[in-house]
Each structure stands twice: as structure tokens, then as C-alpha cells.
């Protein structure tokens, strides 16, 4: 299994942007894909997940404000972020489920298979 985070980078506040987790072919037909953030001196964070059925879920701090989508044609999962803000900033990962496709509590230890992550950071 092979995820590749993209599409981060420098936003203003109130911007948005799109972050990509590609993933190796079919694993979208079986693994639920978790979205997590990690700013700066912090813990890492899990955000959003969504199934391999399409059922999206979000973390309760930011939900309103993201979208999580996938297109299993483009072995792709989308993270839409909205109105961004500079408790934001930090780096996103996504993750495979362990369990297989329905998504876990965000935790850490509920996903196996990260990527590199990419940076988002919002500043004016």
C-alpha cells in the first residue's frame, strides 16, 4: 500500500484549498481513508474519514468547514478545506484503516498505512 499527500501549500486566511491522497490501485475498494494534521509542536490529529462506500465522517472541531470526497476511478481522496485559519497550519497525512472500509475513531492507532504528508500553512 502507497498513499501520496499533494496539493498543500501557502493560504491566506478565509482561503481554501485541496488536498489529494493518492492511493495504490483498489486500495480505495477496500480501506477506509482517514485524513490527520499535525501543527507544529502538537500531536498529530485526526479530522476527517471517509469509507469505501463513500460515508464521509468529520472531527467535531472542524466540521462546516471540510469536505471529504474520492473518485476510486483516479484512486484519489479529496480533502476540501474551507474559510482556513492559522490553527490550520501543519502538516496532513492520510492513512489507511486497519480494519479495512469502514472508518474507525480518528486515532492514530485505528490506521497503518500513512503517507508523507504535505504542508498547509495559512498566513497572511
Known amino acids: 500500500v502507497q498513499l501520496v499527500e499533494s496539493g498543500g501549500g501557502l493560504v491566506q486566511p478565509g482561503g481554501s484549498l485541496r488536498l489529494s491522497c493518492t492511493a495504490s490501485?483498489?486500495?480505495?475498494?477496500?480501506?477506509?481513508i482517514g485524513w490527520f494534521r499535525q501543527a507544529p509542536g502538537k500531536e498529530r490529529e485526526g479530522v476527517s474519514c471517509?469509507?469505501?462506500?463513500?460515508?464521509?465522517y468529520y472531527d467535531d472541531s472542524v466540521k462546516g468547514r471540510l469536505t471529504i470526497f474520492s473518485d476510486n476511478a483516479k484512486n484519489t481522496v479529496y480533502l476540501q478545506i474551507f474559510n482556513l485559519e492559522p490553527e490550520d497550519t501543519g502538516v496532513y497525512y492520510c492513512?489507511?484503516?486497519?480494519?479495512?472500509?469502514?472508518?474507525?475513531?480518528?486515532?492514530?492507532?485505528?490506521?497503518?498505512?500513512w503517507g508523507q504528508g504535505t504542508q498547509v500553512t495559512v498566513s497572511s
Open positions: 492513512a489507511t484503516a486497519r480494519e479495512g472500509g469502514r472508518c474507525p475513531v480518528l486515532a492514530q492507532y485505528e490506521y497503518d498505512y
Open positions: 490501485a483498489f486500495v480505495l475498494d477496500y480501506y477506509a
Open positions: 471517509i469509507s469505501s462506500d463513500g460515508a464521509a
